[in-house]
Every structure is written in C-alpha cells, then in structure tokens.
C-alpha cells in the first residue's frame, strides 16, 4: 500500500459523502495519486466495517470485471471483488427509488444462491 491511514480515511469519508449527497466524485484515483489496489480494498474494507457496525448484513460478494474486455478498457488485469449488503438488494417486483442514484442503470448480472459455504 502507497497511501497512509489519514489517506485511506479520507477516501472513506469521500465516498460516503458522495453517497449522502447522491453526487459523483473524481476518481479517487485521480484525488490521491499512488492508490494502489491494495489501497482500494482498504478502502472498501473500511467503508464496509462501517455499515456493519450500524447494523448492516453481508448476504454475499461480487466479482466483477470478468471480461477481459472491461479489463482492457478500465486499464486493470484481473478481476476486482466486493461485498453485498442486505441494503443493496432489490426484491422482485419492489420498488427501487432512483433518487438514491446519481447516474442509475441497469446491469444483469448472473448469480447462485448456495446451499452452504464454499470450502477451500
């Protein structure tokens, strides 16, 4: 990791006020040069702790960039990985409230409810 703890604590507290505010920030990429992967999933791990401590659920994780077409395009080479809160999820047939999203869009995404905890 290249950024120091006041650093990685001002990530944090960029991308919560982001999110209050419903409003997109510069890449943080951009606002703090030398952020490193390692730094990022510091970050996420930091915002998530959190949301856990104010009660939120982990109902599952997410693997995105798959496709090493999007690699290509977001300049990394391997896939990113992630959280699901139970805040995060949509039930079928709700109501999703757009105002809660800056820019909204849909994504299908493919994904396996498992009968038990993967091993190994």
């Not at 604590?9 to 390692?38: K, M, Q, T």
Request: charged share 25%; proline share 8%; aromatic share 4%.
């Amino acid at each position: 990791m290249t950024l120091t703890g006041p650093q990685r604590e001002e990530a944090c507290r960029l991308l919560r006020e982001a999110e209050r505010r419903v409003a997109p920030i510069d890449p943080l990429s951009e606002l703090l040069p030398g952020l490193e992967v390692a730094d990022a999933y510091a970050v996420q791990q930091g915002n998530i702790a959190r949301r856990l401590s104010a009660g939120a659920t982990v109902v599952g994780h997410k693997v995105g960039l798959t496709a090493a077409a999007m690699q290509q395009l977001l300049g990394v080479d391997e896939p990113d990985f992630g959280h699901l809160l139970d805040d995060m999820v949509h039930r079928d047939g709700g109501t999703v409230p757009a105002a809660r999203y800056c820019l909204p869009r849909i994504e299908p995404e493919i994904c396996f409810r498992l009968a038990r905890p993967l091993r190994g």
